[in-house]
């Protein structure tokens, strides 16, 4: 018994050790989000020019489909990255794809939007200080936000989707939310 | 992961005041003297760079000094050792912005944590709330002191009250042992 006692230095040691292997490959840029079945925020954010009528986004356009809401903005290096895989899925028609142009010159957001292509239904425009990323707890672009067909939140992704995600993570996700 | 919002790398600090002492053994010279002049009057004017904007500043003073104190125990998302009152990153400016604006609306210190919090989690507290999720953190290095003293107590106090406890008394067997070995001449 007491022999066992000089070795709980040990164990704790051991115990620590293995949480911080595990700390090493947690990525703390991801951090939980809190919205997470929680109704979308309420925004009427601005149209982005030269989109006409399916342009400006608001709480009530993310009811009745399961969409995905993509923040962006023509400053975003790695929004370049994931851009033409959005144009992909927008293709397959699973998910309604909505824009969030944070924190940009609407001007900008929408030649980005006319070079590298638009896989977005409607487009919101949310200029500095980004009310509406904030209300989404937006903690840089890209980022984004599956809602199901009631407006509740139901998953965020932070950073590009890649394939990878999309299979695995998103595609899933959105089916499971369709069926209901 | 690529995050162009990044702008951390910056050092907010103001250069240490003081010149290097001069000599008095060896005379400055007229120019090094009028360079250490202008060296030393740099200095006496420095002050820590802020990364509160003036253009952010609220105009009541009591107010501002609120969001001052609000924003050193927000945690900034983007440089994550920093309140958004030291950051220079984007977000942490949104975020200064937005808490003045809840504060110009008349909300308590309170209210605009909770806002925030509402967003983005206790996370964003650069103070950790006190509650069950979060007991181990609080609790814990209490824990750890209180069972470390009982540990070194109860070494001391065993060492002091001598460490064997008093021999059992000789059974009839041993001591007729113990005698006849005491009987015995030695070689």
Do not use: F, H, M, Q
């Given at each position: 018994m007491r022999r066992a006692l000089f070795l709980l230095p040990v164990a704790i040691f051991g115990i620590m050790a293995l949480l911080f292997v595990k700390g090493l490959t947690m990525d703390p840029k991801t951090i939980p989000s809190?919205?997470?079945?929680?109704?979308?925020?309420?925004m009427a954010l601005a149209a982005l020019p030269?989109?006409?009528?399916?342009?400006g986004l608001a709480?009530?356009?993310?009811?009745g489909r399961v969409s995905l809401v993509n923040i962006y903005g023509?400053?975003?290096?790695?929004c370049v990255q994931e851009h033409p895989y959005l144009l992909e899925y927008k293709k397959t028609g699973l998910v309604a794809i909505h824009g969030i142009d944070w924190r940009d010159d609407p001007a900008l957001g929408a030649a980005w939007l006319k070079k590298h292509g638009d896989p977005y239904e409607r487009v919101g425009v949310d200029p500095a200080p980004g009310r509406a990323a904030v209300d989404f707890g937006v903690t840089g672009a890209p980022e984004s936000f599956i809602v199901d067909k009631a407006g509740i939140i139901r998953y965020k992704h932070i950073g590009p989707i890649s394939p990878e995600v999309w299979t695995k993570t998103l595609l899933p996700i959105i089916r499971e939310l369709d069926k209901k | 992961m690529i995050f162009p919002m990044d702008a951390c790398g910056r050092d907010a600090r103001a250069p240490k005041r003081g010149a290097p002492g001069a000599r008095a053994s060896r005379p400055l010279t007229p120019p090094m003297r009028r360079v250490l002049s202008a060296v030393l009057i740099v200095l006496a004017f420095a002050s820590p760079a802020l990364a509160v904007n003036p253009s952010e500043m609220l105009k009541d003073p009591a107010q501002e000094h609120r969001a001052r104190e609000l924003g050193k125990d927000l945690r900034c998302l983007v440089c994550q050792n920093q309140s958004i009152d030291d950051s220079d990153a984007d977000l942490a400016k949104d975020l200064r912005v937005i808490v003045r604006e809840r504060i110009s609306a008349g909300d308590s210190d309170d209210q605009v944590k909770t806002f925030v919090v509402d967003r983005y989690?206790?996370?964003?507290?650069?103070k950790p709330p006190f509650k069950g999720t979060t007991l181990v953190l609080w609790v814990g290095p209490f824990v750890l002191f209180a069972a470390g003293l009982w540990v070194v107590f109860g070494f001391y106090r065993r060492r002091a009250t001598g460490s064997q406890p008093p021999p059992a008394p000789l059974s009839a067997e041993e001591q007729r042992r113990l005698d006849k070995l005491l009987k015995e001449k030695s070689p």
């Open positions: 809190v919205l997470i079945d929680r109704p979308v925020p309420e030269g989109r006409g009528e399916t342009s709480t009530n356009d993310l009811k023509s400053w975003c290096i790695a | 989690g206790d996370y964003v507290l650069l």
